[in-house]
Protein backbone atom coordinates (compact mmCIF):
# COMPACT_ATOMS: atom_id res chain seq x y z
CA UNK A 1 0.00 0.00 0.00
CA UNK A 2 1.04 3.40 -0.29
CA UNK A 3 2.15 5.63 2.23
CA UNK A 4 3.52 9.15 2.58
CA UNK A 5 6.27 10.43 4.79
CA UNK A 6 6.62 14.23 5.87
CA UNK A 7 10.10 14.67 8.13
CA UNK A 8 9.52 16.94 10.82
CA UNK A 9 6.36 17.13 12.61
CA UNK A 10 7.22 20.86 13.63
CA UNK A 11 8.90 23.21 11.82
CA UNK A 12 9.97 26.90 12.93
CA UNK A 13 11.46 29.24 10.58
CA UNK A 14 12.09 33.06 10.92
CA UNK A 15 10.23 35.74 8.94
CA UNK A 16 11.70 36.16 5.48
CA UNK A 17 13.61 32.77 5.74
CA UNK A 18 13.05 29.78 3.74
CA UNK A 19 10.27 27.22 4.20
CA UNK A 20 11.25 23.77 3.18
CA UNK A 21 8.75 20.60 4.68
CA UNK A 22 9.69 17.50 3.14
CA UNK A 23 7.54 15.03 1.65
CA UNK A 24 8.31 11.03 0.06
CA UNK A 25 6.00 8.58 -1.18
CA UNK A 26 6.32 4.89 -1.52
CA UNK A 27 5.52 3.88 -5.06
CA UNK A 28 6.97 2.61 -8.06
CA UNK A 29 4.62 4.33 -10.12
CA UNK A 30 4.09 7.54 -9.65
CA UNK A 31 1.02 9.08 -8.19
CA UNK A 32 -0.38 12.27 -8.59
CA UNK A 33 0.98 14.23 -5.86
CA UNK A 34 -0.72 17.36 -3.76
CA UNK A 35 -0.23 19.70 -0.64
CA UNK A 36 -2.67 21.09 0.89
CA UNK A 37 -2.57 24.28 3.70
CA UNK A 38 -4.94 23.84 7.09
CA UNK A 39 -5.12 26.45 9.35
CA UNK A 40 -6.84 25.97 13.10
CA UNK A 41 -10.37 24.69 12.99
CA UNK A 42 -10.73 25.16 9.09
CA UNK A 43 -10.80 22.66 6.78
CA UNK A 44 -7.78 21.61 4.03
CA UNK A 45 -7.07 24.08 1.07
CA UNK A 46 -5.22 23.08 -1.82
CA UNK A 47 -1.89 24.62 -2.26
CA UNK A 48 -0.70 23.09 -5.46
CA UNK A 49 -1.17 19.45 -7.37
CA UNK A 50 1.40 17.27 -10.00
CA UNK A 51 -0.37 15.06 -12.17
CA UNK A 52 2.23 15.29 -15.33
CA UNK A 53 4.75 17.48 -17.48
CA UNK A 54 6.87 19.76 -15.53
CA UNK A 55 8.21 18.61 -12.62
CA UNK A 56 8.43 21.87 -10.84
CA UNK A 57 4.76 22.60 -9.72
CA UNK A 58 3.93 26.37 -8.48
CA UNK A 59 0.69 27.36 -6.28
CA UNK A 60 -0.84 29.76 -4.38
CA UNK A 61 0.70 31.93 -1.97
CA UNK A 62 4.09 31.79 -3.08
CA UNK A 63 4.82 28.33 -2.73
CA UNK A 64 6.17 25.62 -5.24
CA UNK A 65 7.05 21.92 -5.17
CA UNK A 66 9.47 19.67 -7.18
CA UNK A 67 8.27 16.10 -7.99
CA UNK A 68 11.66 14.09 -8.12
CA UNK A 69 11.29 10.86 -9.71
CA UNK A 70 14.20 9.19 -8.80
CA UNK A 71 13.78 10.58 -4.85
CA UNK A 72 9.98 9.60 -4.62
CA UNK A 73 9.57 12.71 -2.74
CA UNK A 74 7.78 16.30 -3.58
CA UNK A 75 9.24 18.47 -1.13
CA UNK A 76 7.29 22.60 -0.91
CA UNK A 77 9.02 25.13 -0.39
CA UNK A 78 8.46 29.30 -0.60
CA UNK A 79 11.65 31.80 -0.63
CA UNK A 80 10.67 33.73 2.08
CA UNK A 81 7.79 33.16 5.07
CA UNK A 82 5.35 35.33 5.91
CA UNK A 83 3.58 35.10 9.52
CA UNK A 84 0.43 34.24 7.53
CA UNK A 85 1.98 31.15 6.29
CA UNK A 86 1.77 29.47 9.69
CA UNK A 87 -0.51 26.56 9.35
CA UNK A 88 -0.28 22.66 9.10
CA UNK A 89 0.93 21.33 5.47
CA UNK A 90 -0.08 18.15 4.53
CA UNK A 91 1.17 16.39 1.98
CA UNK A 92 -1.17 13.52 -0.36
CA UNK A 93 -0.54 11.00 -3.16
CA UNK A 94 -3.41 9.87 -5.15
CA UNK A 95 -3.22 6.60 -6.88
CA UNK A 96 -4.55 5.89 -10.30
CA UNK A 97 -6.90 2.93 -8.83
CA UNK A 98 -7.07 4.13 -4.64
CA UNK A 99 -8.21 6.50 -2.74
CA UNK A 100 -6.03 9.84 -1.26
CA UNK A 101 -3.28 8.84 1.38
CA UNK A 102 -2.70 11.91 3.61
CA UNK A 103 1.21 11.97 5.18
CA UNK A 104 0.69 13.02 8.74
CA UNK A 105 1.60 16.61 8.69
CA UNK A 106 3.97 19.28 9.08
CA UNK A 107 2.78 22.43 11.48
CA UNK A 108 4.81 25.46 10.54
CA UNK A 109 5.51 28.20 13.05
CA UNK A 110 6.70 31.39 12.10
CA UNK A 111 8.78 33.43 13.99
CA UNK A 112 9.23 37.02 13.97
CA UNK B 1 -20.06 30.31 -4.80
CA UNK B 2 -19.81 26.65 -5.17
CA UNK B 3 -18.53 24.77 -2.21
CA UNK B 4 -19.08 22.03 0.86
CA UNK B 5 -20.98 23.03 4.09
CA UNK B 6 -20.39 21.34 6.91
CA UNK B 7 -22.67 21.34 9.65
CA UNK B 8 -22.57 22.04 12.82
CA UNK B 9 -19.25 23.59 13.56
CA UNK B 10 -18.90 22.48 16.81
CA UNK B 11 -21.01 19.36 18.33
CA UNK B 12 -21.30 18.34 21.95
CA UNK B 13 -23.01 15.16 23.03
CA UNK B 14 -23.48 12.67 25.97
CA UNK B 15 -21.73 9.29 25.74
CA UNK B 16 -23.81 6.36 24.57
CA UNK B 17 -25.63 9.20 22.10
CA UNK B 18 -26.00 8.47 18.23
CA UNK B 19 -25.14 11.78 16.21
CA UNK B 20 -25.26 13.25 12.91
CA UNK B 21 -22.85 15.20 11.18
CA UNK B 22 -24.53 16.66 7.62
CA UNK B 23 -21.91 17.62 4.51
CA UNK B 24 -23.91 19.27 1.71
CA UNK B 25 -21.67 20.08 -1.56
CA UNK B 26 -22.86 21.99 -4.63
CA UNK B 27 -19.79 21.58 -7.00
CA UNK B 28 -21.83 18.57 -8.39
CA UNK B 29 -19.36 15.64 -8.00
CA UNK B 30 -19.81 12.45 -8.12
CA UNK B 31 -17.34 11.39 -5.21
CA UNK B 32 -17.70 12.31 -1.46
CA UNK B 33 -16.01 11.52 1.72
CA UNK B 34 -15.91 11.29 5.68
CA UNK B 35 -12.04 11.81 7.24
CA UNK B 36 -11.50 11.82 11.04
CA UNK B 37 -8.53 13.77 11.87
CA UNK B 38 -6.91 13.74 15.65
CA UNK B 39 -3.61 15.80 16.68
CA UNK B 40 -0.08 14.23 15.03
CA UNK B 41 -2.40 11.33 13.11
CA UNK B 42 -3.13 13.54 9.61
CA UNK B 43 -6.62 12.44 8.21
CA UNK B 44 -7.88 8.91 8.24
CA UNK B 45 -10.83 7.90 5.47
CA UNK B 46 -14.19 6.26 7.11
CA UNK B 47 -16.76 5.93 4.46
CA UNK B 48 -16.62 6.90 0.40
CA UNK B 49 -18.97 7.19 -1.73
CA UNK B 50 -18.40 7.17 -5.65
CA UNK B 51 -22.14 7.31 -6.95
CA UNK B 52 -25.61 7.74 -5.30
CA UNK B 53 -27.36 4.64 -2.76
CA UNK B 54 -23.74 3.15 -3.08
CA UNK B 55 -20.35 3.89 -0.40
CA UNK B 56 -17.88 1.72 0.61
CA UNK B 57 -16.16 1.42 4.02
CA UNK B 58 -12.40 3.09 4.45
CA UNK B 59 -9.76 2.58 6.73
CA UNK B 60 -11.64 3.26 10.12
CA UNK B 61 -15.60 2.88 9.29
CA UNK B 62 -16.07 0.78 12.94
CA UNK B 63 -18.48 2.66 14.83
CA UNK B 64 -20.23 4.95 11.58
CA UNK B 65 -22.36 5.08 9.33
CA UNK B 66 -23.19 6.96 6.45
CA UNK B 67 -25.89 7.30 3.39
CA UNK B 68 -26.22 8.63 0.06
CA UNK B 69 -29.58 8.99 -0.94
CA UNK B 70 -28.59 12.20 -2.66
CA UNK B 71 -25.81 13.53 -4.72
CA UNK B 72 -25.20 16.81 -2.92
CA UNK B 73 -25.55 14.98 0.64
CA UNK B 74 -23.25 12.73 2.44
CA UNK B 75 -24.32 12.37 6.72
CA UNK B 76 -22.29 10.82 8.66
CA UNK B 77 -23.59 9.10 12.04
CA UNK B 78 -21.32 8.65 14.75
CA UNK B 79 -22.77 5.78 16.68
CA UNK B 80 -22.56 4.74 20.42
CA UNK B 81 -20.11 1.90 19.16
CA UNK B 82 -17.48 4.65 18.06
CA UNK B 83 -15.17 4.01 21.15
CA UNK B 84 -13.69 7.13 20.97
CA UNK B 85 -15.67 9.63 19.31
CA UNK B 86 -14.32 13.22 19.92
CA UNK B 87 -12.16 14.35 16.88
CA UNK B 88 -12.93 16.88 14.09
CA UNK B 89 -14.17 15.63 10.90
CA UNK B 90 -13.93 16.44 7.55
CA UNK B 91 -16.05 16.17 4.52
CA UNK B 92 -14.90 16.02 1.23
CA UNK B 93 -15.75 15.99 -2.40
CA UNK B 94 -13.86 15.50 -6.04
CA UNK B 95 -15.63 15.20 -9.59
CA UNK B 96 -15.10 11.17 -9.34
CA UNK B 97 -13.45 8.89 -7.34
CA UNK B 98 -9.90 8.34 -9.11
CA UNK B 99 -7.92 10.42 -11.28
CA UNK B 100 -5.75 13.70 -10.59
CA UNK B 101 -8.98 15.25 -9.11
CA UNK B 102 -8.09 17.19 -5.99
CA UNK B 103 -10.07 16.96 -2.98
CA UNK B 104 -12.37 20.06 -2.05
CA UNK B 105 -13.16 19.53 1.54
CA UNK B 106 -15.61 21.46 4.12
CA UNK B 107 -14.38 23.43 7.08
CA UNK B 108 -14.84 20.54 9.52
CA UNK B 109 -17.23 19.91 12.76
CA UNK B 110 -15.65 19.79 15.90
CA UNK B 111 -17.36 16.56 17.84
CA UNK B 112 -16.86 16.57 21.68
CA UNK B 113 -18.43 13.81 23.38
CA UNK B 114 -18.35 13.72 27.23
Known amino acids: AQSVTQLGSHVSVSEGALVLLRCNYS??????LFWYVQYPNQGLQLLLK??????LVKGINGFEAEFKKSETSFHLTKPSAHMSDAAEYFC??????????FGPGTRLSVLP | DGGITQSPKYLFRKEGQNVTLSCEQN?????MYWYRQDPGQGLRLIYY???????QKGDIAEGYSVSREKKESFPLTVTSAQKNPTAFYLC?????????????FGNGTRLTVT
Open chain 1, 50 to 55: YTTGAT
Open chain 1, 92 to 101: AVSPSDQNFV
Open chain 2, 49 to 55: SQIVNDF
Open chain 1, 27 to 32: SSVPPY
Open chain 2, 27 to 31: LNHDA
Open chain 2, 92 to 104: ASRPNGQGSSPLH
